[in-house]
């Protein structure tokens, strides 16, 4: 137990007499799923904190209307939306699906309040992760540099991702696409070719696929002149 906690981002830290003490007081639920099974479902309540101890999850978002949904994949340790817990909505955004055979861990979000945030380092590792992500969120709007066809569809892209790398999958009509960001379907399918013929994404009916989103991210600092001539 104390080798698992230490691979949890809250709990680093931490000395083995406070680990001790939690364990004794908090109770943490373990469970499995197997692989194509549902975990958790967005607008569902989040009252607890959800740790990914072992496998790979997609966690898929879809907006308002429906236009689009987007769909990240995430390996262990992963900590499953933290900043659901508290504030005004706390509901689940994301709907969490098993890829593999994984390993959970919970903790009831009354365990929080009462025990957990009894522990200085706990409460600091919390608060750097939800800071952390308000900065990251905070930045990719004040980043963004003269916008060509080229570079939209990209920023379109990794607006809607959570982590700028790894794999992703975006299930969306071309001339959704289009609509949203003001731009023509001719324009769009050929940005999206271009993208395909650099080996950045692979094009499906309705769907396109990120196999990293890291070299979209390259693609995009490297190309930041380019004007595309379509």
């Known amino acids: 137990m104390y080798d698992i906690l230490l691979q949890l981002p809250l ?6 007499d406070d680990l001790t ?34 496998g790979k999850v997609s966690a898929e978002r879809t907006n308002s209307n429906p236009l689009f949904t987007c769909c990240e994949y995430f390996n262990a340790p992963y900590l499953v939306e933290p900043y659901s817990l508290f504030g005004m909505n706390t509901e689940y955004i994301s ?11 919970t903790v009831d979000k009354s365990y929080i309040s009462s025990e957990l945030n009894n522990y200085p380092i706990f409460r600091i590792n919390y608060m ?31 607006f809607h991702c959570e982590k700028p790398g790894g794999r992703k999958l975006l299930r969306i009509k071309m001339e959704h696409l289009a609509l949203i960001l003001g731009h023509t379907r001719s324009t769009i399918s050929k940005v999206l070719n271009k993208l395909q013929a650099e080996g950045l994404i692979v094009l499906r009916r309705k769907e396109i696929e990120i196999p990293k989103a890291e070299l979209l991210v390259e693609s995009l600092q490297t190309n ?3 004007t595309a001539e379509l």
């Not at 709990?11 to 083995?16: A, D, H, V, Y």
């Not at 750097?128 to 930045?139: C, V």
């Open 128 to 158: 750097n992760i939800i800071s952390n992500h308000a900065q990251i969120l905070d930045n990719k709007l004040w980043q963004i540099k003269e916008m060509n066809d080229y570079s939209c569809v990209i920023n379109f892209i990794l």
């Open 21 to 54: 003490n939690i364990l004794e007081k908090v109770k943490f639920h373990f469970s499995k799923h197997k692989a194509g099974e549902k975990i958790l479902r967005a607008g569902e309540v989040c009252d607890k904190l959800v740790f990914l101890l072992k």
């Open 224 to 226: 930041s002149a380019f």
């Open 11 to 16: 709990f680093q830290g931490l000395c083995e």
């Open 95 to 105: 709907s969490y699906i098993a890829q593999t055979d994984v390993e959970l861990l």
